[in-house]
Structures are given as C-alpha cells and as structure tokens.
C-alpha cells in the first residue's frame, strides 16, 4: 500500500468527510477512500468541499488550496487542459483556437488562397 502524503487536504478529508470513518481510514459507503486513491467522489465534491465560492465554509482551512490539492491528487483539471491543445500538439493559450505557429501558418494561407482568388477573378474577366 502507498502511504500518501499528510496534506490540507488529506488532514480535511479525515477531519471533516461525514463518510471518512476514521477508525478504520476507509470510506463509510464501503472500501478505500477514492480521494485518498486519487480518484474523484461525486459525494465529497458536493457535499464536502462545496462548490466554489460557496459562502458556508469551515473556518480554519485555506479552501483556494484545497481546490488545487484536490485537482491535483484526483486529476480532476487534467481532462480540461488536454482538450486545450492545437492540432499540431502545442499546448494553447485560453481562448486560442491555434498555436502561434499554427495561427501564423493558416493566416498565410488565407491570404495565399484569397491572392489566388482575386488573380483567378481578374484573369477570368480578361
Ligand atoms: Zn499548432
């Protein structure tokens, strides 16, 4: 078994999960906490560390560091950030449809293909 390392969040879990049974350091719907095993749980999600910017919190615990905890032990952010990538395979900048490479590339072509257009126009009307 792989011992985890003590965090925010893990000392959260064990303190404040209503279905972490403390006794016996598994989950009370049965086995290993998923958290812990760093898969992501639909009850903890909602019922544990709220949804972002919920106003009734715990005092005593850095919440901002919670959420990156938890989307790092869970990969619960890695789906997202895969998706944001160009064809090419370079990683994009929020709202980028294309790299820079890329970008710089297809708005050439464009231009390559509305020169060819305009020369094709002008010829045919000759
Ligand atoms: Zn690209």
Known sequence: ????????????????????????????????CKVLNGQRC??????????????????????????????EQTGANKRKVKARRCECGNPLRSRQRYCDGCAEERRRETKRNAMRKYRYVHAGSM
Request: aromatic letters at 16%; one cysteine or more.
């Open 42 to 71: 639909g009850y903890f999600e909602k019922a544990v560390l709220e949804p972002q910017g919920y106003p009734y919190r715990l005092p005593g615990y850095d919440y901002g560091k919670l959420f990156a905890q938890y989307a």
């Open 1 to 32: 078994m792989t011992r985890i390392r003590e965090t925010t969040l893990t000392r959260f879990i064990k303190d404040e999960c209503a279905n972490f049974d403390k006794h016996d350091q598994e989950c009370l719907s049965g086995g290993a």
